[in-house]
Structures are given as C-alpha cells and as structure tokens.
C-alpha cells in the first residue's frame, strides 16, 4: 500500500539554523499538510497547500516557517530560524481530495532544538 | 475556533474489557475521522464517519457519529494489549483545515 515517507526521522540543529523537513506525499495525491506535535501536547494542523500553493496557515506558521513543492514528489517545511519552542515532531499527511477522504500520515521528524 | 474534546483524557483496562472514548465538537461535524497514534509515532487511520447516524465496524472497533453531528463515540470491545496508544479524533473545518481533539491515552493491562 502507498505510504507517505518523510526524512529524516530525526533532526537536531543548533537554535537559529534553518532547517529543511522533507515528506514524498502518495503519489496521486493532491493536498498536502503539515502537523507539528510537541512533546505532550496535541497535534496541531500548520499549514495546507494545493495547486502549488498554500490553502490556509494557522496562527503558528509565521514568517519563520515556508513550504514548498520543488518537484513532482517533494513537499517540504522550512524553518529560517529554528527556536528551542521549535523542538517537536513534525508530521506531514497528505490526501487526494479536500474533505471527505482521510489524510495519511507520514512517520513524522522529530525535530531537536540545541 | 472549532475544538474537539475528547473524553476521558487517558484510560486504563484490564486486557479483555469493553471502553468507549467520546469526542465532542461545539459545532456541527460534516466529517469526522478516528486516527491511532502508538508512542512517538505516526498516525493510523481508523474510520470516517460522514451521515448522522453513521456507524462503522473494523475487527473489535465501532465508531458512530450521533444524530445531531456533534458528537462521535468509538468502542473498542474486548480490548487487547495491541490497542493501546492513543487515540484521536478530527474533523475538517472550513477552507481546507484539519483540526484533532485533545487525544485519550489508553493503556490495557494484560
């Protein structure tokens, strides 16, 4: 069955490094998300991106978080300048149509912050 | 915003026992998704549910969703070591958003 992969499983960075997670949604799929969950806490939705650009952002993604389609398989969450709050996991789902249809949910990255 | 709770928040059971996990939403739910998260892992997708009313069956899990769409329970019957984790559920909100409740922890004890 295809599964949506995203690399690596864990990252660490020094705090105010950029920071590149990567996630190859199912192929035929068409929205694509991201998740963050710390450490504790509940998932919460970032950001949702179709048509080769953002649908909506919550209030969490800032100026300091972009996404990005570089290709026909990669979607990927930058962060300019990593903060300590920025530790977390991070998971990526995408899924073919918006409502109706479940997302599928990547592994996630679990992102240390030194 | 829209928020879902869930109740209880964690939940522990002798392996063979019957639960039910709630989740509650302010507003009226025109999908409703259960996912199983195992300890620092991904997400599993359990159920969808849609109509008012719905109710869906996989192996020893049911989830409904009540009349008035406000409210979706998940029943796990007999339960296992292997169901535990915790579990969550989500809804899509207007635009293409996508929110989880709070989450239930569940623990079985064999």
């Known amino acids: 069955e295809p599964e949506v992969t995203q690399t690596p499983s864990h990252q660490v960075t020094q705090m105010g490094q950029e920071v590149i997670l990567r996630c190859v949604p199912i192929s035929n799929h068409l929205y694509f998300y991201w998740y963050r969950q710390i450490l504790g806490q509940k998932v919460e939705f970032l950001v949702s991106?179709?048509?080769?650009?953002?649908?909506?952002k919550s209030e969490i993604f800032d100026d300091q978080f972009s996404v990005e389609r570089p290709d026909g398989s990669n979607f990927t969450l930058k962060i300019r300048s990593t903060k300590l709050e920025d530790s977390a996991m991070y998971f990526c789902a995408s899924r073919w149509r918006d409502g109706n249809q479940p997302q599928h949910f990547g592994d996630g990255t679990r992102l240390s912050i030194l | 915003s829209q928020e879902l709770e869930q109740s209880p928040q964690s939940l522990i059971v002798q392996e063979g026992k019957n639960l039910t996990i709630n989740c509650t939403s302010s507003?009226?739910?025109?999908?409703l998704y259960w996912y199983k998260q195992k300890y620092g892992e991904g997400l599993i997708f359990l159920m969808m549910?849609?109509?008012?009313?719905e109710e869906k069956s996989h192996e020893k899990i049911t989830a409904k969703l009540d009349e008035k769409k406000q409210q979706s329970s998940l029943h796990i019957t007999a339960s296992q070591p292997s169901h535990a984790g915790i579990y969550l559920c989500?809804?899509?909100?207007?635009?293409?958003?996508?929110?989880f409740g709070t989450g239930t922890s569940l623990t079985v004890i064999p």
């Open positions: 989500g809804a899509d909100r207007t635009g293409n958003q996508f929110y």
């Open positions: 549910l849609q109509k008012g009313g």
């Open positions: 991106f179709y048509n080769n650009e953002i649908s909506e």
């Open positions: 507003k009226t739910l025109y999908g």
